[in-house]
């Protein structure tokens, strides 16, 4: 049991929260609400640290978990009154950008990617195949729209139109967020919301992140050497490596691989 001593200060506390790969509503492994409720909640309450650290390597995903993400976080910075910082890895692109924002600070190595602020839908139309195989698709509905951008079936031009007013209301949703935490901050001159990534010294002019810096050397600096940093993420289970699971999982890494590739990394 930890003994403590009367009138002798104790030394500052950084709960570190790991937000790194995929954000998305299922899957072992993505960053979802549901898995990272407890890590959060945890690293807020534990010690009543002097901050929270975000240590955020993600090339975006689900716009609604991102969300709910943000949002936990901001409710407990705010009730706790914990400031919270952002620092970028690799990338914080689309909802890992999202992320960050919800940080009352950001800071990024030089070669960081950040941004990306847009959405996108993206998918396969199979209907020129079966065809050619002899395959008969038989889809019956109540509602004409059930059967919206059906993969086996010709694109319609009015289902593509509904899809893109959907990701443009997502997209204004996004917009709010940035602006709503960035402020002022933020380049009035340049379009900042096309969807564009920059490295961070140019993000850090643009007001999209704070300023060039590593998280233990920022933090020491900040708060002294002895600064304590404990650190949370989503622990996977021992026997989730076995079985049915590895098959999920080596689809859900490829899909990953694919999503960082897209920014060079």
């Known amino acids: 049991m930890k003994r403590y001593i009367p009138f002798v ?4 506390t950084v709960a570190v929260i790991r937000l790194q790969g995929m954000i998305a509503g299922a899957g072992r492994g993505a960053l979802n609400d549901a898995s990272l409720a407890p890590v959060i909640e945890k690293a807020f309450a534990r010690g009543k640290p002097a901050a929270v650290a975000l240590e955020i390597n993600s090339p975006g995903g689900s716009p609604v978990q991102s969300s709910l993400i943000g949002a936990r976080i901001r409710r407990l910075a705010e009730e706790k009154e914990i400031p919270v910082i952002a620092f970028v890895e690799d990338v914080a ?25 847009g ?4 998918g396969f139309g199979v209907h020129e195949l079966m065809a050619r195989q002899g395959v008969e698709r038989r889809v019956y509905t109540s509602g004409k729209s059930k059967s ?19 990701l443009a209301d997502v997209h204004e949703n996004f917009i709010d967020h940035v602006t709503a935490r960035r402020g002022d901050k933020l380049d009035k001159e340049t ?8 490295l961070a010294k140019k993000a850090q002019a643009l007001g999209l992140i704070d300023g060039i810096g590593h998280l233990q050397p920022m933090l020491k600096d900040r708060f002294g050497d002895k600064v304590q940093l404990r650190r949370y993420g ?28 897209q920014f060079g990394l």
């Open 9 to 12: 200060k104790s030394n500052p």
């Open 93 to 117: 692109a689309s909802g890992g950008y999202w992320l960050a924002v919800a940080a009352d600070e950001i800071y990024a190595d030089e070669s960081s990617i950040v941004g990306s602020i």
């Open 119 to 122: 959405v996108i839908s993206a």
């Open 148 to 166: 919206m951008l059906d993969p086996f079936r010709p694109e319609k031009p009015e289902d593509v139109e509904r899809l893109k007013t959907i």
């Open 191 to 198: 379009e900042l919301f096309t969807g564009e990534v920059w």
């Open 234 to 261: 989503v622990r996977r289970p021992f026997l989730a490596r076995f079985g049915a699971q590895m098959v999920d999982d080596a689809a859900r890494a490829v899909e990953e691989r694919a999503a960082f590739a």
